[in-house]
């Protein structure tokens, strides 16, 4: 069975500085792929960044980088230059290589920004 | 371009009622996922549907059902409600079943009284 672990309830952070969010997972497939999302507290969830368990290179997206280390199961999520507008609940989640989008989400992680 | 909408965006009901949750996926969107995702925790899968059939289903039991339509917007029915149902139900869409994005709607507040 896939699971996710995000160990860090809270995290603070200074506006303009870098912060990172722990994803450990766990799975017995050779195929998946590893996700992070923002859910404001409007609920919706936004997609930010996809990373293939085949791909070569971490992924990136704007301010958003996965550092992606296979072999320590590990998925983080790096925001930099945090803006307030970061103020959210960060979830990591995975699906298996079936083909299905069926994600298994981690308990997330709140990001507080401070001016 | 509208999003994913989902109707109501609140609701209360009361222990053994049924209750019936709408989703209209992104345009252009054919599959859509359901997802329960109760206070302080992450979502969990229910079921997805893809031509209007159930293709895949999480841990949930019978009383949760579903439907899509073909229009592809979907429908989440929950039957013989508990307590423990209360949780916010969100609804994605993607592009096929195996889409690497799935766009979320903003979620139906289930209270259960």
């Known amino acids: 069975a896939q699971k996710i672990t995000q160990t860090q309830p809270g995290m603070f952070v200074q506006e303009k500085e870098a912060v990172t969010l722990d994803c450990t997972y766990d799975t017995s497939d050779p195929s998946y792929g590893l996700f992070w999302y923002k859910q404001p507290s409007s609920g919706e969830m936004i997609f930010l960044i996809y990373?293939?368990?085949?791909?070569?290179q971490n992924a990136t997206e704007g301010r958003y980088s996965l550092n992606f280390q296979k072999a320590r199961k590990s998925a983080n999520l790096v925001i930099s230059a945090s803006q307030l507008g970061d103020s959210a609940m960060y979830f990591c989640?995975?699906?298996?290589?079936?083909?299905?989008?069926?994600?298994?989400f981690g308990t997330g992680t709140r990001l507080l920004v401070s001016p | 371009d509208a999003g994913v909408t989902q109707s109501p965006t609140h609701l209360i009901k009361t222990r053994g009622q049924q209750v019936t949750l709408r989703c209209s996926p992104k345009?252009?969107?054919?599959?859509v996922s359901w997802y329960q995702q109760a206070l302080g925790q992450g979502p969990q899968f229910i079921f997805q549907?893809?031509?209007?059939?159930?293709?895949q289903r999480g841990n949930f039991p019978d009383r949760f059902s579903g439907h899509q339509f073909p229009n592809y917007s979907s429908e989440l029915n929950v039957n013989a409600l508990l307590l423990g149902d209360s949780a916010l139900y969100l609804c994605?869409?993607?592009?096929?079943?195996?889409?690497?994005?799935?766009?979320f709607g903003q979620g139906t507040r289930l209270t259960v009284v």
């Open positions: 989640a995975m699906r298996d290589g079936t083909g299905f989008q069926k994600l298994v």
């Open positions: 990373q293939g368990s085949y791909d070569q």
């Open positions: 549907y893809y031509e209007e059939e159930e293709r």
């Open positions: 345009s252009g969107h054919d599959t």
């Open positions: 994605a869409s993607s592009l096929g079943p195996g889409d690497t994005e799935a766009f």
